[in-house]
């Protein structure tokens, strides 16, 4: 078979680089970089670690407000599909980019297998909630990390060509939790020891468009007083820089970093305090303690197994979750056994 694989932003390349190394042993990939992501330290800079092919093409899109966005995407893909007749395109989680692929594969009645399906915040005032449902609504192929989002999807009355295949982001964490002990030089170079540091992630739209949301989780970092590293993504150093915020020497503030890095930051950390989806369940993967920066989240389990809290933006909520939390012994799996990508494989060729 011949697959059309759309990726563009960060988390993307990390779900793709579980497929792609199971796909290549048996089908033609040809793989799409819209662009979304561009700087080397949120792009290529995955590809390299994790091993990812080239793209075969970029369409350099960049970025810009959601619609100039996706609609240069969408004309973008349009034309490489036309050109290359797939068998399949493959989309991945919810971004602008995933978006764009769906439509523009299916508006050409081309199959479109949707990776990540089924997951809901029931907040349609995050655009990724919109691109989700979009997505699947598209999709001919309907791959979920878990039996929550079979059922998100059953009370959408969509149940035909769903599959539970579990979490592919596991198998990339498996596949990058050795490397990371051997390459990653992160923790002698920020000069902090494992598990004497919080670990802290916000890019969440809702919480950088707000700058008094952003100042509020700042100020409870800065109060709670303890080390804690935090790898800005450039929107939230566009809005950190506009407001002239100076970090406190106990505040790590570091450009984003790789995978390797990444991976290293969090199981290292006493506990992970963000607004990501992929953070969350890593956390949960690596037995660390986990506390979002939202008022829902898609990973409901993590907090139905009680190593999730639901913490908000709120100053004295973060600060009384971080003092008061304490996981349970239990740690139950979740979202499948790291052979996720295998599953995703063959659910496309028995469809
Ligand atoms: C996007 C996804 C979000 C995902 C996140 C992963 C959408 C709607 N949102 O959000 O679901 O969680 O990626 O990280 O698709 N920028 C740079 N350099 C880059 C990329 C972005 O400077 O390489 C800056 C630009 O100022 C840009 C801003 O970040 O305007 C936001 O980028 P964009 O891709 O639009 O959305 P994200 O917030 O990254
Ligand atoms: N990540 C990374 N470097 C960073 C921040 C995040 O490698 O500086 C990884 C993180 O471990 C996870 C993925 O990027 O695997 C999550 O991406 P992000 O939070 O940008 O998007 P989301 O998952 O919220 O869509």
């Given at each position: 078979m011949k697959i059309v694989s759309i990726v563009g932003a960060r988390p993307q390349f990390i779900k793709a680089a579980a497929i792609s190394r199971v796909l290549r042993k048996r089908h033609t990939e040809f793989l799409v970089h819209t662009g979304q992501h561009y700087d080397s330290c949120m792009s290529s800079v995955f590809f390299e670690e994790l091993g990812i092919p080239e793209p075969d093409i970029n369409l350099g899109v960049g970025s810009g407000s959601h619609g100039k966005q996706t609609g240069a995407m969408l004309a973008g893909i349009e034309a490489l599909l036309i050109d290359q007749r797939p068998d399949w395109t493959l989309v991945y989680g919810d971004t602008n980019s995933t978006l764009a692929g769906a439509l523009a594969a299916a508006k050409l009645h081309i199959p479109v297998a949707h990776v990540e399906a089924g997951l809901r915040s029931f907040n349609r005032a995050m655009p990724e909630e919109i691109n989700r449902v979009a997505a699947d609504v598209l999709s001919n192929l309907l791959l979920c990390p878990s039996q929550i989002a079979i059922d998100n999807l059953a009370a959408e009355g969509i149940s035909k060509?769903?599959?539970?295949?579990?979490?592919v982001m596991s198998d990339s964490l498996t596949y990058a939790a050795t490397r990371s002990r051997k390459q990653s030089t992160i923790l002698e170079q920020i000069g902090l020891r494992s598990g004497e540091y919080l670990l802290a992630t916000v890019h969440r739209a809702e919480n950088t468009d707000d700058e008094f949301r952003l100042r509020s989780v700042l100020h409870a970092f800065e109060d709670l007083g303890e080390a804690l590293v935090f790898p800005v993504h450039p929107r939230t150093r566009k809005v950190i820089d506009r407001i002239n915020y100076t970090p406190p020497d106990h505040i790590h503030l570091i450009g984003p970093v790789g995978y390797l890095n990444m991976v290293m930051l969090a199981q290292s950390a006493r506990m992970i305090l963000t607004d990501s989806g992929g953070l969350q369940k890593e956390a949960y993967w690596l037995k660390v303690p986990c506390i979002t920066l939202r008022e829902e989240t898609e990973w409901v389990e993590t907090v139905q197994v009680g190593w999730n809290i639901i913490a908000g933006t709120e100053k004295s909520r973060i600060i009384d979750a971080v003092q008061t939390f304490t996981p349970p012994a239990e740690h139950p799996p979740l979202y499948g056994d790291g052979q996720a990508a295998a599953r995703c494989v063959v659910a496309l060729e028995n469809r």
């Open positions: 060509h769903v599959y539970l295949v579990g979490d």
